[in-house]
């Protein structure tokens, strides 16, 4: 199946590296003129410039997504300039691992305002026009762990299975005006986090990946650029797991 895409604008967040800066590199790709957030200006930048200099249209936010101030009045510049974000993928995310019992405050708060509520912030913040548009994709980068929890990361667990009922929310909330929400929860795939993963953490890994490797951020790029289509228009209110059948 061909893809069909119509030219439109798009945002990404986490877009400096990893996961994300595969799914900006896709989305330009596809004619698409792609706004790469990311909180440090030295990763969006250069992602930004690369796909302008590659003929495709992109430009750098540097913003700190788990700032809600500065996500609103970054939303009011995107909007004045564009009019309309028509594709929001909330991507960006951190760790902050740790046993409940020596979890602190912090590492909580951060995760979960940099992973979970910052999908709120820049839905909320750019939502509006789509739906006088009546078009629109929200697509989040959930997580396996998500669906399924994993030891020492509660609150990474808890910020994404979050990601995932607001999905659902925002798909039975927005579908009357022809706008799509969907979840993609990735598994183990080759980024610079797991790239810190010890050959014994890989080892163990693979046990409960049935497809016995790690994942790309191209196939996750993928199914962002299937989900950001035309031919998805029909598809809403689910969560992809892209996880080499761990989630099984």
Same mark, same amino acid.
């Given at each position: 199946?061909? *893809?069909?895409?119509q030219p439109r604008i798009a945002l990404v967040? @986490?877009?400096?590296?990893? &996961?994300?800066?595969?799914?900006?590199?896709? *989305?330009?790709?596809?004619?698409?003129?792609?706004?790469?957030?990311? !909180?440090?200006?030295?990763?969006?930048?250069?992602?930004?410039?690369? &796909?302008?200099?590659?003929?495709?249209?992109?430009?750098?936010?540097? =913003?700190?997504?788990?700032?809600?101030?500065?996500?609103?009045?970054?939303?009011?510049?995107?909007?004045?300039? +564009?009019?309309?974000?028509?594709?929001?993928?909330?991507?960006?995310?951190?760790? !902050?691992? $740790?046993?409940?019992?020596?979890?602190?405050?912090?590492?909580?708060?951060?995760? &979960?305002?940099?992973?979970?509520?910052?999908?709120?912030?820049?839905?909320?913040?750019? =939502?509006?026009?789509?739906?006088? !548009?009546?078009?629109?994709?929200?697509? $989040?980068?959930?997580?396996?762990?998500?669906?399924?929890?994993?030891?020492?990361?509660?609150? +990474?667990?808890?910020? !994404?299975?979050?990601?995932? @009922? *607001?999905?659902?929310?925002?798909?039975?909330? /927005?579908?009357?005006?022809?706008? %799509?929400?969907? %979840?993609?929860?990735?598994? /183990? &795939?080759?980024?610079?986090? %797991?790239?810190?993963? %010890?050959?014994?953490?890989?080892?163990?890994?693979?046990?409960? =990946?049935?497809?016995?490797?790690?994942?790309?951020?191209?196939?996750?790029?993928?199914?962002?650029? /299937? *989900?950001?289509?035309? $031919?998805?228009?029909?598809?809403?209110?689910?969560? /992809?797991?892209?996880?080499?059948?761990?989630?099984?």
């Open positions: 199946m061909k *893809l069909t895409h967040t @986490g877009a400096g590296r990893g &996961i994300g800066k595969a799914i900006a590199e896709k *989305l330009a790709a596809d004619g698409h003129t792609v706004l790469c957030v990311s !909180k440090n200006p030295a990763s969006c930048g250069p992602v930004a410039d690369a &796909i302008n200099a590659a003929g495709g249209k992109a430009k750098a936010y540097p =913003v700190d997504v788990a700032d809600p101030v500065v996500v609103a009045q970054t939303c009011e510049a995107i909007l004045k300039e +564009y009019e309309c974000v028509d594709i929001v993928v909330n991507n960006a995310g951190i760790t !902050k691992d $740790n046993l409940v019992i020596r979890m602190t405050e912090t590492d909580w708060n951060d995760v &979960i305002s940099t992973n979970l509520s910052s999908a709120f912030y820049w839905v909320k913040g750019l =939502v509006r026009p789509m739906t006088r !548009k009546r078009w629109g994709r929200i697509i $989040n980068i959930g997580s396996v762990v998500g669906c399924i929890g994993n030891p020492g990361q509660a609150n +990474y667990a808890a910020a !994404k299975a979050g990601m995932h @009922g *607001l999905t659902m929310s925002l798909a039975r909330e /927005f579908a009357s005006r022809n706008i %799509t929400a969907n %979840t993609i929860a990735p598994g /183990f &795939i080759t980024t610079d986090m %797991t790239d810190k993963l %010890t050959e014994e953490q890989k080892a163990a890994a693979m046990k409960v =990946v049935p497809l016995q490797r790690f994942g790309t951020t191209d196939e996750i790029a993928s199914m962002v650029d /299937f *989900l950001a289509s035309e $031919n998805a228009g029909y598809i809403t209110g689910q969560v /992809f797991s892209v996880d080499g059948g761990m989630a099984i």
